[in-house]
Structures are given as structure tokens and as C-alpha cells.
């Protein structure tokens, strides 16, 4: 008997996503969406950075998982996890994901001339670390979606920040990992 992928039109591009806008802080978006990953690592990178900048802004994005990452899971688990899956093996990674997805796991803050950042993922060793030299090309970085899109001095510490498992890159396109922590939650004991 031949077996079926479940149908994947209402799989949304990275591209047609909504934008996350302020506004949309603290809300409860429930997306009839479903993001398919494991088409190519290019693709996931960008549906990474929309879910980092979700879980940036703390919105509560409702979705659903169709495919496999390309990456491992200890590289995104920080970020917000999907409320199931499609099929089978696809629910059996959001069923991971949200066992060990907690807020505030993974960020990073800014403060003036330098950059805080806090690993507390599960099956992570637990890292704080402080950028004070350079903290203005992390935050290029975070902001850029490919490595032409920094400056020659940015461009130089990529592969350090990548071996440093701050960033994943495939070919040009880059994507810092911890999201901005742009909201404190409460209890601030929390995180």
C-alpha cells in the first residue's frame, strides 16, 4: 500500500509570514499555520530567525511542525515550540521541543557598550557570558541575515561566534541563535 505525505499547501514561505510588530507583545497568535522545515537548511535558517524573533517579542505563536529541522533540536529549543505536528515523526519533534522549551533559556540583553548572554537550554551546559569588546559586532550580527550584510570587522568573527554555538551559518546566510530578551518575565526569578 502506498503511503501518503500529508498535503502541505497551507505550509507558509518564510517570506509570506506576518511580521512581528510591537503591538503584537504578550498576545496569543493563533496561526492556522503550519511552517515546514527540512526542506533545505537556507529555509529553516529563516524560519529559526522568524520563530527568534517571535519568541523576542513574546508572542505566543500557535503553529504547527510539518517535516524535521535540518539542525539538531538543542539549536532551537529555546525558541517557541509548535503545538504539534502533521504526522507521526513530526509530532514526536514538537512533543520534544515543547518538553524542553522554557522562556528565557537562550537570549541575550544589551546594555550600553556591551552584550549579556545566558544558556540554560536543556542538555546544554549552563554559559553566561559578557561581550564587552566587540559587543557592537554581535549585535550586527544578530541583525543580519547574511554575512555580506556586515561590516569587514563583523565579518571576521563569524566563525568564532559560530564555534562558540552563538550562531548556525549555511553558505552566506547566518543566524545568531540566543533571541533578544526584550521583556523580563514575571516573577523575574523565572529565568
Known amino acids: 500500500m502506498p503511503t501518503t505525505n500529508p498535503p502541505d499547501t497551507a505550509a507558509v514561505p518564510a517570506q509570506d509570514l506576518p511580521s512581528i510588530t510591537p503591538e503584537l507583545t504578550y498576545r ?5 499555520t503550519v511552517l515546514h522545515f527540512g526542506r533545505s537548511p537556507a529555509e529553516d535558517l529563516e524560519l529559526l530567525r522568524y520563530l527568534r524573533d517571535v519568541t523576542s517579542h513574546a508572542v505566543r505563536l500557535r503553529w504547527r511542525l510539518a ?14 515550540a509548535p503545538s504539534g505536528g502533521v504526522d507521526a515523526d513530526s509530532a514526536a519533534h514538537a512533543m520534544s521541543w515543547t518538553a524542553g522549551y522554557r522562556y528565557g533559556s537562550f537570549f541575550y540583553r544589551r546594555g550600553p ?13 549552563d554559559a553566561r557570558l559578557t561581550i564587552d569588546e566587540g559587543a557592537d559586532h554581535f549585535l550586527a550580527m544578530a541583525e543580519a541575515a547574511t554575512v555580506d550584510d556586515l561590516a569587514p570587522e563583523a565579518r571576521d568573527l563569524v566563525d568564532t561566534v559560530a564555534e562558540a554555538g552563538l550562531l548556525l551559518r549555511v553558505d552566506q546566510r547566518l543566524l545568531v ?9 514575571v516573577p523575574y526569578l523565572a529565568i
Do not use: M, N, Q
Request: aromatic share 10%.
Open 28 to 32: 496569543t497568535v493563533d496561526a492556522d
Open 67 to 80: 517535516g524535521l529541522p535540518c539542525f539538531p533540536l538543542h539549536t532551537h529549543v529555546h525558541l517557541v
Open 113 to 125: 557598550g556591551f552584550v549579556s548572554i545566558k544558556d540554560v537550554r536543556p542538555e546544554s551546559e
Open 177 to 185: 541563535l540566543p533571541y533578544r530578551l526584550r521583556h523580563w518575565p
